[in-house]
């Protein structure tokens, strides 16, 4: 079992660190203690599985994924290999998701500090998205391991033939080259350690961001 982690309450405003403040950011006061975390990269990375550890471990946690804010096939454009595209941002509803973001930012809760986790695979390429987090988590496997784990995993729509390489890969290697180009500021996490080891070491951080941004305050 993970033991709760629980920070004292106290009035706080966070710093964006990194890429530049959306206005909802800039302007969100709230009376206890609010973090918002990106948890991204690439696919069958584990994301969605570090999140849920996370979840375990924090008092007044939620976890918002990515993948349902898809708009359905008939909206999604069809690529030159007959592919879905659906590695895309156009694939998305991301106005949907960052309103979702900012209610939640924008829910008063007395009761204790308050952590929102972010989950999904392409988080770090849309700005008004960039602007919302506090850390950005990126965790990267290479080629080979992910193709492995996404084989082993079933899809609906099933991934067609040659799918990964002709366009989740290429897709991938496309939104992370943005990202860098922007200089978006990210935490790289490497995906082939154990997920334990992955764990400790985010659940670490988030614990020391949380304590130094309640330091600051005082």
Same mark, same amino acid.
């Given at each position: 079992?993970?033991?709760?982690?629980?920070?004292?309450?106290?009035?706080?405003?966070?710093?964006?660190?990194?890429?530049?403040?959306?206005?909802?950011?800039?302007?969100?006061?709230?009376?206890?203690?609010?973090?918002?975390?990106?948890?991204?990269?690439?696919?069958?990375?584990?994301?969605?599985?570090?999140?849920?550890?996370?979840?375990?471990?924090?008092?007044?946690?939620?976890?918002?994924?990515?993948?349902?804010?898809?708009?359905?096939?008939?909206?999604?454009?069809?690529?030159?290999?007959?592919?879905?595209?659906?590695?895309?941002?156009?694939?998305?509803?991301?106005?949907?998701? +960052?309103?979702?973001?900012?209610?939640?930012?924008? *829910? $008063? @809760?007395?009761?204790?500090?308050? %952590?929102?986790?972010?989950?999904?695979?392409?988080?770090?390429?849309?700005?008004?998205?960039?602007?919302?987090?506090?850390?950005?988590?990126?965790?990267?496997?290479?080629?080979?391991?992910?193709?492995r784990r996404r084989s082993t995993r079933t899809y609906f729509?099933?991934?067609?033939?040659?799918?990964?390489?002709?366009?989740?890969?290429p897709m991938y290697k496309l939104n992370r080259r943005r990202?860098?180009?922007?200089?978006?500021? +990210?935490?790289?996490?490497?995906?082939?350690?154990? *997920? $334990? @080891?992955?764990?400790?070491?985010? %659940?670490?951080?988030?614990?020391?961001?949380?304590?130094?941004?309640?330091?600051?305050?005082?």
């Amino acid at each position: 079992m993970v033991a709760k982690f629980t920070i004292p309450k106290r009035t706080v405003m966070i710093p964006l660190q990194g890429h530049s403040k959306s206005k909802a950011r800039a302007e969100f006061r709230s009376s206890v203690m609010s973090l918002v975390v990106g948890i991204g990269g690439v696919t069958n990375g584990g994301k969605t599985t570090l999140a849920q550890r996370l979840l375990s471990a924090f008092p007044r946690c939620r976890i918002i994924h990515q993948d349902t804010f898809f708009k359905p096939p008939e909206q999604v454009a069809i690529g030159e290999h007959g592919f879905y595209q659906y590695d895309v941002l156009e694939a998305l509803n991301m106005d949907a998701m +960052v309103n979702e973001i900012q209610r939640w930012m924008n *829910t $008063e @809760d007395m009761e204790c500090p308050r %952590l929102l986790i972010v989950e999904g695979f392409l988080l770090y390429t849309y700005p008004p998205l960039i602007a919302v987090f506090d850390r950005r988590y990126f965790i990267q496997v290479p080629y080979e391991e992910s193709k492995r784990r996404r084989s082993t995993r079933t899809y609906f729509p099933p991934d067609p033939s040659s799918y990964f390489d002709d366009h989740v890969w290429p897709m991938y290697k496309l939104n992370r080259r943005r990202m860098e180009e922007e200089q978006v500021d +990210v935490v790289y996490l490497d995906g082939t350690k154990p *997920t $334990e @080891d992955l764990f400790d070491h985010v %659940l670490k951080d988030i614990k020391e961001l949380l304590v130094n941004c309640n330091n600051e305050n005082y």
